[in-house]
């Protein structure tokens, strides 16, 4: 578990990991594993009022286990605080400069400044699949197919308005006029939401196979494409226009965004994974120098780009499916339905597991990281999970691995 395994071909796995896909499906019917029907909403909308503030408990531990003497002077990660709220299960998750979004199956995205409630505002439809942030606009992915657009209030910064759906009703008219309105609308729900900031692009990828790329300056879409085979779990975008999808078909396919006249068309390169078991997760660095992809086997494989994509090992950490995958720094965060996080520092190709983060009562669905402003090398970790909370850790990139700590 404390290491990544170089020598362990794509798509060999414990059979022990082989097993659990039913169980994954049981635990979270919000990934797509198969070519079903969209899943219904696990928890109707609370009615409370969206504005009831919710405690945030202070807490510590969050890796369990006793620690040698050697380790205990080292920085640790642990659990900061706690946030519950009986309103529904924890889909999404967006953070920066300490303000955190979360969206779950109500219709209710909250705002979260300093771990207290800040703001909230509501959307047409529940189950809040993917949030980004771009510049001073937020954009949601939703079950039934539509990306919303808030932009904040200069004036007051607790008030948002929505100023935007993709597509808009009068694009799908026109669209419908000429036959192509199943082009700029996705048919089914959206899975994952990634943002080109520097183009001012942002991906959509869904359950009915498709990615979509919409330019966030006019709100269009300019590009759909048939990307699987089965529906599209996650798709990323990286540097020098470079796009990732994983999908429930078990695969992973690298895209490359060429210059078409005055649009832009997106190249299909190369499949990186072909596998039985579903891809739920994929991540890049920073860099956009490693991709890492979860499954519905508890696997983590990675991809270094430097080397032309070869792949570079597997991370072994989970017991069940990997849900979400976080990259920051020199570290990778897996959620997993197994109720944990596992933390990994990356030095060249060789991983090493920090951390196994503990404190979940269901599946760990979403994660999102912010830089610790106060300490180089530290980032503070918010974890959304379908136990109906979002946890919230303090993690350092100098913390002692599992075997220092004498627990591995």
Known sequence: MAHSDPNMPVGQTDEDLNGRKSSFSAYDPNVRLSVDGSPPMLSPWNQNSPFAKSPWSQTGGGVGGEMNNAAQNLPQNCLIGSLVREEGHIYSLASRDKILYTGSDSKNIRVWKDMKEFAAFKSNSGLVKAIVISGDRIFTGHQDGKIRVWKVNQKNPGVYK??????????????????????????????????????????????????????????????????HDDAVNSVVA??????????????????????????????????????????????????????????????????????????????????????????????????????????????????????????????????????????????????????????VWSVSEAAPDLQKMGMA
Not at 185 to 205: F, Q, R
Not at 309 to 316: D, R, T
């Open 238 to 391: 990286s540097v020098e226009g470079m796009v990732y999808t994983g999908s429930a078909d078990g695969s992973v396919k690298v895209w490359k965004r060429e210059i078409a006249g005055k649009g832009t068309k997106h190249v299909y390169l190369q499949t990186l994974l072909n596998q039985e078991c579903a891809v739920t997760a994929l991540a890049v660095n920073k860099q956009g120098s490693v991709l890492y992809c979860g499954s519905s086997d508890g696997v983590v494989n990675f991809w270094e780009h430097e080397k032309q994509l070869s792949h570079g090992g597997v991370l072994k950490g989970h017991k069940l499916a990997v849900l979400c995958l976080a990259a920051a720094g020199n570290l990778i965060f897996s959620g997993s339905a197994d109720k944990t996080i596992c933390v990994w520092r990356r030095v060249g190709s060789v991983h090493t597991c920090l951390s196994i983060l503990t404190g979940h009562n269901g599946p760990v669905k979403c994660l999102t990281v912010d830089e610790d402003q106060e300490a180089t090398g530290k980032w503070v970790v918010y974890s959304g999970s379908l136990d109906k909370s979002v946890k």
């Open 162 to 227: 929505r100023v935007g759906t993709m597509p808009t009703f009068f694009d799908i008219f026109k669209a419908s006029l000429k036959r192509s309105a199943v082009y700029i609308k996705h048919s089914d729900a959206i899975s994952s939401l990634s943002m080109d900031s520097e183009d001012g692009l942002l991906y959509s990828a869904s359950w009915d196979r498709t990615f979509k790329v919409w330019k966030t300056e006019s709100s269009k879409c300019v590009e759909s494409v048939k990307a």
